[in-house]
Every structure is written in structure tokens, then in C-alpha cells.
């Protein structure tokens, strides 16, 4: 499970850094946060994208952003724990999951 979510991570960041400007100040994000049983935050993650220049990279952040937090939740018992995201900054788009 580690090795998996460690291509997940490192492909991602090849798509992200690769380029010139692929990664601009003004592209969409995912994001989210995840709480323990107190409400505390664990962890947040933070992961852009634009689909113009990687064409799946919105389905990628997405994945990686959810993969991320439930990696940050290690320790505690996901039905302890509260998941708030992986929202999209750019809002809901029609006919994606």
C-alpha cells in the first residue's frame, strides 16, 4: 500500500513539475483536511491541476488529495476520525463523479 501510494504521489509530482508553467498560482486545487476524535486537526493536503495542460490530472488530484488524508489518519480509526474534502477549489463540475 505504501509503494502504491508512493508512484501515486511521485507521478503526480512529475505532471505538477514538469513543464515550464505548469503549475501557475491560478490552477484549481483540491484540498481538504482531516480531524481526530476531539476535533483536532491531524492534517491537512493540498494538490492542484489543469486539465488544459494534463488532461486527468483533476481525477489524479483527487485521488492523491483523498490518499493523502487517510494516510494522515494512520494511528486512529477511520470511523474515528472526520474527513473534511478533498473539495474543489474550481466548484463542481456536471457529469464528473
Known amino acids: 500500500m505504501v509503494k502504491k501510494t508512493l508512484f501515486i504521489v511521485s507521478s503526480f509530482l512529475f505532471l505538477v513539475l514538469s513543464g515550464s508553467n505548469s503549475k501557475a498560482f491560478w490552477d484549481p486545487t483540491f484540498s481538504g483536511c482531516v480531524f481526530d476524535p476531539l476535533g483536532n486537526k491531524i492534517g491537512c493536503a493540498k494538490y492542484s491541476y489543469n486539465?488544459?495542460?494534463?488532461?486527468?490530472?483533476?481525477?489524479k488530484a483527487e485521488?492523491?488529495?483523498?490518499?493523502?488524508?487517510?494516510?494522515?489518519?494512520?494511528?486512529?480509526?477511520?470511523t474515528d476520525v472526520r474527513f473534511d474534502g478533498c473539495w474543489d477549489s474550481a466548484g463542481p463540475y456536471p457529469g464528473t463523479r
Open 63 to 78: 485521488d492523491i488529495c483523498n490518499a493523502d488524508l487517510v494516510n494522515k489518519a494512520k494511528g486512529y480509526k477511520l
Open 51 to 59: 486539465e488544459k495542460k494534463n488532461p486527468g490530472s483533476r481525477r
